[in-house]
């Protein structure tokens, strides 16, 4: 069966200290993967979208950066994070039609 | 410039009343329109679709009617539950855009005993 995981759960930083979330995807391949934010009280922000290896595109720029270094693995960094990166981060994976999404990342910056 | 919106940033219904959550987009393109429901801390989950060749899907309590002349479309909750209660969001494709979504900015249903 075809499961997406996104870790860590809920995560609390300091301003300016580095971040990665990781999203992997089980049970299929070459899926199309995306990085969303939900910020409080907001809609969905599409991130970044990936259809291969090495290739992301950026809908919003930003202080965030995303990687796919492998064919179901999708990583959102930062070097330096904001206190407006504040949000819940949703990784999603597409095949055909409709998305499934992650269980989410809640990141507060302090 | 929202291709998809929800004008409604709330909705406040009775239990065992019908809910009906509306949906605008403006791209004429889109041709698959999606609904995901959302608890807090939890990701979307897939509730319903619909495709632009049809103008009614049903599910369970769940139906979808699609007015492609207007560029509507709505999402019916009947009977409402107290656990409809959630953040419902609206989405389209195209399909000369692969399998992005766009989505819409949601709408916060609640349910009351």
């Known amino acids: 069966s075809q499961t997406i995981h996104q870790w860590p759960a809920t995560l609390v930083q300091p301003v300016g200290s580095p971040l990665s979330l990781e999203c992997t995807v089980e049970g299929t391949s070459n899926p199309n993967l995306y990085w969303y934010r939900q910020a409080a009280g907001r809609g969905l922000q599409l991130l970044f979208y990936?259809?291969?290896?090495?290739?992301i595109s950026s809908e919003v720029p930003q202080n965030l950066s995303a990687s796919r270094p492998q064919d179901r693995q999708f990583i959102l960094s930062s070097k330096k994070l904001l206190l407006s990166d504040s949000g819940f981060y949703l990784c999603?994976?597409?095949?055909?039609?409709?998305?499934?999404f992650g269980s989410g990342t809640r990141l507060t910056v302090v | 410039d929202q291709q998809v919106k929800q004008n409604s940033p709330s909705l406040s219904v009775q239990e065992g009343r019908i809910s009906i959550l509306n949906c605008d987009y403006t791209?004429?393109?889109?041709?698959?329109f999606l609904w995901y429901k959302k608890y807090p801390a939890e990701g979307p989950t897939f509730l319903i679709s619909?495709?632009?060749?049809?103008d009614k899907n049903e599910d369970g309590r769940f139906t979808v009617f699609l007015n492609k002349s207007a560029k509507h479309l709505s999402l019916h909750i009947v009977p409402s539950q107290p656990g409809d209660s959630a953040v419902y969001f609206c989405?389209?494709?195209?399909?000369?855009?692969?399998?992005?979504?766009?989505f819409g900015g949601g709408t916060r249903l609640m349910v009351k005993p």
């Open positions: 619909i495709s632009s060749i049809k």
């Open positions: 999603a994976w597409s095949v055909r039609g409709g998305y499934t």
């Open positions: 791209n004429s393109m889109f041709d698959y």
């Open positions: 989405a389209a494709s195209a399909g000369n855009a692969g399998n992005m979504l766009t």
């Open positions: 990936s259809v291969g290896i090495g290739q």
